[in-house]
Structures are given as structure tokens and as C-alpha cells.
């Protein structure tokens, strides 16, 4: 067998600051690493209901909660086939690349879309979305909870206050794949009835699970769609949800190594943590401000799990992580899609701590 020659040092991997799959502590690694279970049998059982149960207080919701084996992408998927019928119209609210593609992947799904869209850079605001909506008559909203490719954050507060308020059939479905765990995130408060988001963001976890909370009103609805397809069928984990299974084999190893991080999170509090992922985003939002510019327009919109900083000096992006990586092993992000060069992306999330953060700053800052 031809051996395949990676360029890392496996005993002195990078560390990443990338805006995911982001760095992954040496505990939560072990988690990945225990004996397989059944997952028919009634030790997984335990674990998935237990797992879930933690879910459910992280993002304060009593109603339904889905471990899903698959990267976040299928929460656009999912959402679409299974809660959407095919003669409804959907607005979906975009401010930049992931945003954009909910509208993308709801299209190749055959359903009917509004693209509402502003400037890179920009968040939406509760009375943007609320003159748009009076103009149509749509089904549902989709908008992201933070754009990983911008580093804004939507006011996703007073926007679910107004939608809540004044369009109460209306479904809400938000992707919070860089947002959940990082961020103050309150399903049953905010009125949602779709989030989701993968395991490699804020719960610092290797990729290979979704994460997906949905209402009960949203199930009820899904009863009537048909073609909810075979994979992302909510009926389905609905279905298994009871039993504490899911519908094929799950990814296992990722689900222990959750457990734990959920046992974590709720240790140290969600209050704390999101104030934690707060101190650490301003401390990376300091540095850019100082040394160049934050991309977002409004810096109250600025992100608190990842900054995008904007390349006001022009310096080489890539020359800059690739010398960072090589000579200190510390990994950060390229702008996303159409901002690369033109912007960088320092993620602050999960296991990180400010102390990792001003060391990757000051080798930055060396390599200026
Ligand atoms: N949505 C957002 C906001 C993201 O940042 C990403 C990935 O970075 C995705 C969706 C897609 O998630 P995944 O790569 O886990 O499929």
C-alpha cells in the first residue's frame, strides 16, 4: 500500500485558529477514542438521551433536539426538504457566502425562493426583515445566526422578537453552525423552529456531526410535506428521537466526545462561556482595529466567535499564514470565497483561551 505523506508532524500537529473545524483539546481527542458501542444497544441509548438532554439546557429549548450524521450543510437540506412544500414561498435573508447558500441549497431542492440580500458586511435588522415580509406572502425566513465568511453577527434577538409578533405562522429557520455554544442562543425564547450546526465550531469537536433543534409545530407541519426524501426525513429522527436512536448508524465516537463537551458547558455555565467567547473576541477585535480594520461595518454586529479582519494594508494573506504555520504551528483563515486576500479570519471559539490568542497575535504581529 502506498503510504500518503502528510505535511504535518502528527506529534506537533498545527494548532487551528481557522473559523473550523477549529482546535480540539487532547481530552476531547480521547473521547473519540473509546470502544465502540451498539447503536441499538441500551448503552448508546443512555448516552444519546443523556447527550440530548444537555442539548436541550445549552439551547434552552424543551422541544426536540437531533443528533445527525452529517457536516452542517445538511441542516439546509433537512430544513427544506422535510418542513417546506414545494408550492410555498420561503425569503431567505443573505449576508454573505453561508447565508447565500441556504438560498442555494433551497433551490436545488426544488423550493421557491426570495433572495433578500445586503452587502457583505452588513447584518440585517429586525425592520428590514419586517418590510420585506409585509411585501410577500411567505411560509418561512431563513437568515444566519453569525456569517462565518463576514464575522457579522444578525441581531437575531429583536428580529425573532418582531417575527414572533407580527408574522406568528411564519416558520423561523436559523443557521447557527458558528454560532451555537459560542453565542447566547434561547430556541423556545426566540419562538425558532429550525437550528442547527455542526460539531467542529464552538463545541471543538473533529467534524462528522450535526446538531439539529427543531419545534414541535415544525414537526406537526412536516407530516403534511411530501418528499421529505430518505437522509434528513425529521419524521424519522423524530420517530427514533423516542427511543434515544437515530435512523442509520450515527457517528459514535463524535457523540461521546459531545457528551463531554456538553458536560463541560454546563459546568462552567452558558452565561460564562458566552462571556468567555465575548473577552476572547474582543481582545482579537482590539488587535485588528489597532492594526487594521474589522470587516463588519457596525462593530456592535462584529462576531464573538471569529473576527474578519480587513486587509487595509494589502500584506500577502497567504505568505503571512503559511510562514505563521511553519515556523510556529498556529493556523489561521484566509478570507472565505470572493474576500480572500482582501481579508483574514481569526476564529475564538470553543477550547481556546485569550492566553492562545495573544500568542498567535504576536506571531502575526512578528511576521508585519
Ligand atoms: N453555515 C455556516 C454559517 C458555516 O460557517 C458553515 C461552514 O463553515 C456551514 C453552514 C456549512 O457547515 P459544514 O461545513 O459543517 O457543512
Known amino acids: 500500500m502506498q503510504e500518503i505523506k502528510f505535511m504535518v508532524d502528527w506529534k506537533n500537529p498545527p494548532k487551528l485558529f481557522i473559523p473550523g473545524p477549529v482546535h480540539v483539546a487532547p481530552e476531547v481527542l480521547e473521547q473519540l477514542s473509546r470502544y465502540t458501542l451498539g447503536h441499538r444497544a441500551k448503552e448508546y441509548a443512555l448516552l444519546h438521551g443523556n447527550t440530548v438532554g444537555m442539548l436541550k439546557k445549552i439551547l434552552c429549548t424543551e422541544q426536540n433536539v437531533f443528533l445527525v450524521t452529517s457536516s452542517g450543510s445538511g441542516g439546509w437540506e433537512a430544513s427544506m426538504r422535510s418542513l417546506i412544500k414545494d408550492d410555498e414561498k420561503i425569503l431567505c435573508c443573505g449576508?454573505?457566502?453561508?447565508?447565500?447558500?441556504?438560498?442555494?441549497?433551497?433551490?436545488?431542492?426544488?423550493?421557491?425562493?426570495?433572495?433578500?440580500?445586503?452587502?457583505?458586511?452588513?447584518?440585517?435588522?429586525?425592520?428590514?426583515?419586517?418590510?420585506?415580509?409585509?411585501q410577500g406572502d411567505y411560509s418561512a425566513v431563513t437568515f444566519v445566526h453569525n456569517e462565518t465568511s463576514t464575522g457579522v453577527t444578525n441581531p437575531v434577538e429583536e428580529i425573532s422578537q418582531m417575527l414572533k409578533a407580527k408574522y406568528p405562522e411564519l416558520l423561523i429557520f436559523v443557521d447557527c453552525v458558528s454560532a451555537m455554544a459560542g453565542l447566547p442562543l434561547k430556541f423556545d425564547q426566540y419562538g425558532w423552529d429550525f437550528a442547527f450546526a455542526s460539531v467542529q465550531k464552538a463545541f471543538a469537536i473533529p467534524p462528522g456531526l450535526a446538531i439539529f433543534a427543531v419545534s414541535d409545530r415544525a414537526l406537526e407541519k412536516a407530516k403534511g410535506v411530501s418528499n421529505r426524501g430518505y437522509y434528513f426525513d425529521l419524521l424519522e429522527f423524530a420517530k427514533?428521537?423516542?427511543?434515544?436512536?437515530?435512523?442509520?448508524?450515527?457517528?459514535i465516537p463524535q457523540i461521546m466526545a459531545l457528551n463531554f463537551q456538553c458536560q463541560k458547558l454546563l459546568a462552567e455555565g452558558m452565561e460564562n462561556v458566552w462571556a468567555k467567547h465575548k473577552e476572547m473576541a474582543q481582545l482579537v477585535k482590539n488587535w485588528a482595529k489597532e492594526k487594521f480594520a474589522l470587516f463588519a461595518e457596525d462593530e456592535r454586529c462584529a462576531s464573538n466567535t471569529l473576527t474578519t479582519v480587513k486587509n487595509t494594508?494589502?500584506?500577502?494573506?497567504?505568505?503571512?499564514?503559511?510562514?505563521v504555520k511553519s515556523k510556529h504551528g498556529l493556523a489561521f483563515g484566509n478570507g472565505y470565497g470572493k474576500l480572500k486576500q482582501e481579508t483574514f479570519r481569526i476564529a475564538h471559539m470553543g477550547d481556546m483561551t485569550a492566553a492562545d490568542l495573544k500568542e498567535l497575535l504576536g506571531y502575526i504581529d512578528d511576521e508585519l
Open 95 to 134: 449576508c454573505g457566502a453561508f447565508s447565500d447558500k441556504y438560498a442555494s441549497v433551497a433551490k436545488a431542492c426544488g423550493k421557491q425562493v426570495e433572495d433578500f440580500r445586503v452587502d457583505w458586511g452588513k447584518a440585517f435588522t429586525a425592520e428590514m426583515i419586517d418590510k420585506k415580509l409585509s
Open 240 to 251: 427514533n428521537g423516542e427511543k434515544n436512536q437515530t435512523p442509520t448508524t450515527p457517528a
Open 313 to 323: 494594508r494589502g500584506i500577502d494573506v497567504s505568505a503571512v499564514i503559511n510562514a
